[in-house]
């Protein structure tokens, strides 16, 4: 790196550093999983984890078909994604319902352009049941 570069390499010291010793961890990690045998919940994911699933992948197709693998707003064709219009909460259960289980009509298929652009302009409602 030249000299004169306004950017610095850190030289950080152990107690500095953002990661623990493996042994230090002992008696601080449950060693039972977080989620029982018969669920599908992820003790590390997220919504995005959700997206891998077989069922989403399914129909995300299913969507991206019916709407002739284009974004319904300009008609790209490139980076698709599918949105939903709205997302519903299970107040019993506490959590969303999982990305597939919508209905098709609160599915659409926006480029990632558009996608950005509406969710910077507008917020998904969230509806409580």
């Given amino acids: 790196?030249?000299?004169?570069?306004?950017?610095?390499?850190?030289?950080?010291?152990?107690?500095?550093?953002?990661?623990?010793?493996?042994?230090?961890?002992?008696?601080?990690?449950?060693?039972?999983?977080?989620?029982?045998?018969?669920?599908?919940?992820?003790?590390h994911g997220s919504y995005k984890t959700l997206l891998f699933d077989p069922q989403w992948k399914a129909k995300r197709n299913e969507i991206l078909t019916r709407d002739q693998q284009k974004c319904i707003i300009c008609q790209s064709q490139d980076n698709l994604h599918v949105h939903h219009r709205q997302y519903h909460f299970d107040t019993q259960l506490g959590k969303f319902k999982p990305p597939w289980d919508y209905s098709n009509h609160l599915l659409i298929t926006l480029c990632e352009r558009c996608h950005q652009r509406g969710h910077k302009k507008y917020k998904v409602p969230t509806i409580k049941f």
């Fill in 1 to 43: 790196m030249p000299l004169n570069s306004s950017y610095k390499y850190l030289s950080l010291t152990d107690k500095h550093r953002r990661y623990i010793k493996a042994s230090s961890l002992t008696g601080h990690i449950p060693e039972k999983s977080l989620a029982s045998e018969n669920t599908k919940q992820f003790v």
